[in-house]
Protein backbone atom coordinates (compact mmCIF):
# COMPACT_ATOMS: atom_id res chain seq x y z
CA UNK A 1 0.00 0.00 0.00
CA UNK A 2 3.23 2.21 0.77
CA UNK A 3 4.21 1.60 -2.98
CA UNK A 4 1.01 3.15 -4.49
CA UNK A 5 0.65 6.64 -2.15
CA UNK A 6 4.64 6.84 -3.22
CA UNK A 7 3.53 6.87 -6.33
CA UNK A 8 0.52 8.77 -6.15
CA UNK A 9 2.21 11.41 -4.27
CA UNK A 10 5.53 11.66 -6.71
CA UNK A 11 3.10 12.03 -9.78
CA UNK A 12 1.17 15.27 -7.53
CA UNK A 13 4.83 16.60 -6.59
CA UNK A 14 5.92 16.34 -10.16
CA UNK A 15 2.79 17.69 -11.81
CA UNK A 16 3.20 20.49 -9.20
CA UNK A 17 6.82 21.25 -10.23
CA UNK A 18 5.89 20.86 -13.80
CA UNK A 19 3.15 23.54 -13.30
CA UNK A 20 5.63 25.92 -11.49
CA UNK A 21 8.67 25.43 -14.07
CA UNK A 22 6.03 25.73 -17.21
CA UNK A 23 6.70 22.25 -18.76
CA UNK A 24 3.44 20.50 -17.91
CA UNK A 25 2.01 20.28 -21.56
CA UNK A 26 5.45 18.77 -22.22
CA UNK A 27 4.94 16.04 -19.71
CA UNK A 28 2.62 13.37 -19.24
CA UNK A 29 1.65 11.36 -16.32
CA UNK A 30 4.20 9.20 -16.14
CA UNK A 31 7.17 11.39 -16.80
CA UNK A 32 5.42 13.52 -13.93
CA UNK A 33 5.50 10.75 -11.51
CA UNK A 34 9.15 10.14 -12.51
CA UNK A 35 10.11 13.79 -11.65
CA UNK A 36 8.34 13.66 -8.83
CA UNK A 37 10.59 10.29 -7.69
CA UNK A 38 13.67 11.54 -8.83
CA UNK A 39 13.36 14.97 -7.65
CA UNK A 40 12.57 13.85 -3.97
CA UNK A 41 15.77 11.80 -3.99
CA UNK A 42 17.32 14.84 -5.27
CA UNK A 43 15.75 16.73 -2.37
CA UNK A 44 16.85 14.24 0.04
CA UNK A 45 20.26 14.65 -0.77
CA UNK A 46 21.12 18.22 -0.93
CA UNK A 47 17.90 19.80 0.94
CA UNK A 48 16.42 17.72 3.27
CA UNK A 49 20.36 17.78 5.53
CA UNK A 50 19.67 21.23 5.69
CA UNK A 51 16.36 21.32 6.61
CA UNK A 52 16.63 18.45 9.21
CA UNK A 53 13.55 16.41 7.64
CA UNK A 54 12.97 13.45 5.17
CA UNK A 55 11.33 13.01 1.97
CA UNK A 56 8.67 10.96 0.57
CA UNK A 57 10.87 8.40 -0.12
CA UNK A 58 11.87 7.59 3.13
CA UNK A 59 8.34 7.36 4.09
CA UNK A 60 8.06 10.84 5.83
CA UNK A 61 4.63 11.89 4.64
CA UNK A 62 5.15 15.32 6.71
CA UNK A 63 4.38 18.60 5.64
CA UNK A 64 8.09 19.56 5.37
CA UNK A 65 8.80 16.06 3.99
CA UNK A 66 6.39 17.05 0.93
CA UNK A 67 7.86 20.68 0.64
CA UNK A 68 11.23 19.25 0.07
CA UNK A 69 10.67 16.67 -2.24
CA UNK A 70 8.63 19.59 -3.95
CA UNK A 71 11.71 21.52 -3.95
CA UNK A 72 14.12 18.54 -5.66
CA UNK A 73 12.12 18.43 -8.14
CA UNK A 74 11.39 21.74 -9.19
CA UNK A 75 15.57 21.69 -9.01
CA UNK A 76 15.64 18.57 -11.27
CA UNK A 77 13.09 20.29 -13.71
CA UNK A 78 15.34 23.32 -13.63
CA UNK A 79 18.86 21.34 -13.95
CA UNK A 80 16.79 19.84 -17.33
CA UNK A 81 16.18 22.54 -18.87
CA UNK A 82 19.20 23.87 -18.17
CA UNK A 83 20.95 20.87 -21.24
CA UNK A 84 17.81 20.88 -23.01
CA UNK A 85 17.22 24.94 -23.73
CA UNK A 86 20.73 26.11 -22.17
CA UNK A 87 18.39 28.61 -19.62
CA UNK A 88 16.58 27.60 -16.92
CA UNK A 89 13.67 29.66 -17.80
Known amino acids: M ?6 VVGGIIGWLASIVMRTDAQQGMFLNIVVGIIGAMLG ?12 INQNDFSL ?3 FI ?3 GAVVLLMIVNLF ?5 R
Open 64 to 66: SSL
Open 44 to 55: GFLLAPMFGTGT
Open 69 to 71: SFL
Open 84 to 88: RRGSV
Open 2 to 7: NFIIWL
